[in-house]
């Protein structure tokens, strides 16, 4: 470590041992000066900043820690932007919600009576509510913007701060970026105001979900099956998080009658004791809710993360095995089921369109483009879906959209991934097949044979603390300057860089602009149809790696080796770039 960049982080500690801090806050950075200097430039080095899913990081105190100061400073700095965007909004309304993470309600309450202190009028939700929850509550209650604490699937150690915009959705530039420079010019801690003023905090709680509620029971397309199907067998587990309440009640009111739910992780508990992480993304987050399966022989398992805005499955193979989807392998279910179904109905007139982003698998747009739907592509992070729902929100019907990390949206009343809406459609799905007699592995499969067999696969590489985050960096920078020619025996034939904005075709040297905001994502287009897309994480200390590959299948009986080649190929692609 440079002694400059050292001297910066002593000062940046030091200035939190004077002033209005709490004794408690003096005595714990006055420790870690002390005795853990690591730490100590891992807490004071930068400040947090708004990513893909706006303020995340690992509780503690510090500059680049989640605490009530960082929480405080960035609410007073998003509300004095809110005060210069909607100047003749008086009082200027925020909705505020939290999961069930440790310190979400503390947050949650700092937020509201900063922002009360500021003569906002705040609606605070009573307890825990999902994520899609406040987006609905947003527009229902006519916000100009929302808070939702939560660091979604990541470990305990973590909490976040997700900003919401008036229609609902993840702050995006310029707003999320201006935002940031108004917390910078926040130089104290003595610049927010922290003294709430209790009659501007309304609390809300039943009155929205029933709401919320009432327009997921709508979005229903088979209620005839489910009823026919009702007693089918449904697991489920919140992962200690808040679709405790709402999941089981929607799947209620969608017919279904003998739902299981996972006991021991149905408490909330930002410990999350049962779980190495809470993350549906992995194995293990599922193995209790596959274990009850087993035990009562049900067919479908549904895992929500803790804020309930993403869903993981397990279903049975032909062999009557459970195995987990990937999030586009459950993508491709819905989207196939929702648009076969409007098409049944005659719902599709030709305005439709549906959204995913590019790193999500391209199965979507074959299915969007067999039913003569608009497909339209987009940035990683919801909030860009979003983003073009509200583009085109006055000229097209929005269907639904989707990515890659287990999140999903039917309908626009919300504008964030959905798995409350999610799980009430999955299970739809696998009473409308089971109504024919066959499982969602054979609507799969059906899916996979008429429009190939998509198979991704995903490498996160964690690289943490200030260090890492150089580490990372030079790993774009490295990719950027010197791309690979070929990889996987493989010719690299296009190279999309999403920073500099431009498709290369790497035979012609033919560049096409792309017409997306910037993101520091590069892509590769192999000869053999393979995708690779490299993206550092905009929430995590991780650089993800993204591999697409595809072949055309038969039947069932050539899955297994279909599935195994498909793997041997992500292998080759993995090793070729010498990830580790």
């Not at 002694?3 to 870690?32: C, M, N, P, Y």
């Not at 009432?214 to 009823?227: F, G, V």
């Not at 729902?389 to 019907?397: A, F, L, M, S, V």
């Not at 999309?496 to 904005?501: A, G, H, I, P, V």
């Amino acid at each position: 470590m440079s002694a400059k960049i050292e001297k910066t982080i002593k000062q940046r500690a030091e200035a939190w041992l004077h002033g209005s801090f709490d004794v408690d806050t003096k005595a714990a950075v006055k420790s870690l000066m002390e005795t853990n200097p690591v730490e100590l430039t891992d807490s004071f080095y930068k400040d947090l900043e708004f990513g893909t899913g706006g303020l995340r990081g690992i509780m503690g105190v510090g500059t680049n820690r989640m605490n009530k100061y960082t929480v405080g400073m960035a609410t007073q700095g998003l509300a004095n932007y809110l005060k210069l965007m909607f100047p003749y909004n008086i009082p200027i309304k925020m909705a505020i919600s939290h999961d069930s993470r440790n310190n979400s309600k503390f947050f949650a309450r700092i937020v509201a009576e900063v922002l009360s202190a500021n003569d906002f009028q705040v609606f605070l939700f009573d307890d825990l509510r999902p994520t899609p929850e406040l987006s609905f509550a947003i527009r229902y209650l006519g916000c100009q913007s929302g808070v939702m604490v939560t660091a979604s699937h990541n470990p305990k150690e973590y909490n976040g701060y997700k900003a919401y915009w008036d229609d609902g959705a993840q702050m995006i530039a310029p707003h999320d970026e201006n935002v940031i420079k108004e917390v910078q010019r926040i130089t104290s801690i003595d610049d927010v105001k922290w003294i709430g003023i209790d009659e501007n905090i309304i609390s809300v709680g039943e009155e929205i979900d029933k709401v919320y509620l009432d327009l997921i029971e709508a979005l229903t397309l088979s209620p005839e099956c489910i009823q026919r199907q009702k007693n089918l067998k449904i697991v489920y587990t919140p992962l200690h998080g808040c679709g405790r309440k709402l999941v089981p009640e929607i799947l209620a009111r969608y017919g279904f009658e003998n739902i299981s739910m996972v006991k021991e992780q149905a408490i909330a508990d930002g410990n999350f004791p049962t779980v190495h992480s809470p993350n549906p993304e992995e194995k293990n987050a599922l193995d209790m809710g596959i274990k009850l399966a087993e035990e009562i022989k049900a067919d479908l398992v549904m895992a929500t993360d803790p804020d309930a805005d993403r869903v993981g499955i397990a279903i049975r193979n032909n062999k009557k095995e459970m195995i987990l989807l990937n999030g586009n392998q459950t993508a491709g279910l819905l989207f196939y089921y929702i648009l076969k179904k409007w098409k049944e109905s005659e719902k599709l007139q030709g305005n439709e369109f549906i959204v995913s982003t590019i790193v999500t698998t391209k199965l979507l747009s074959k299915i969007a483009k067999s039913f003569g739907v608009e497909y339209f592509e987009c940035l990683t992070g919801f909030k860009y879906i979003a983003d073009v729902i509200r583009q085109h929100e006055d000229d097209k019907t929005f269907i639904m959209g989707g990515e890659e990390s287990y999140g999903y949206l039917v309908g626009d009343f919300v504008r964030d991934k959905d798995a409350v809406s999610a799980c009430a459609l999955i299970a739809e799905i696998a009473a409308w097949m089971a109504d024919e007699g066959k499982s969602l592995f054979d609507l799969l499969i059906d899916i996979y044979k008429q429009f190939g067999f998509y198979k991704e696969g995903l490498i996160s590489v964690t690289r943490k603390g200030k260090s890492g985050a150089e580490e990372i960096e030079q790993m774009m920078v490295n990719y950027r300057n010197s791309p690979p020619v070929e990889i996987n025996g493989f010719k690299v034939t296009t190279i999309k860089d999403y920073f500099l904005l431009r498709e290369t075709d790497v035979a012609t040297g033919l560049i096409i602009p792309i017409n997306l905001p910037k993101s520091n994502v590069l892509q590769f287009l192999l000869s053999d149809g393979s995708i690779i897309s490299v993206r550092p994480s905009g929430t995590e200390p991780k650089i993800k790696f993204y591999f697409g590959v595809c072949e055309k299948l038969k039947g069932v009986k050539d899955f297994e080796q279909t599935d195994q080649r498909l793997n041997e190929k992500i292998a080759g692609i993995i090793a070729s770039m010498k990830i580790k």
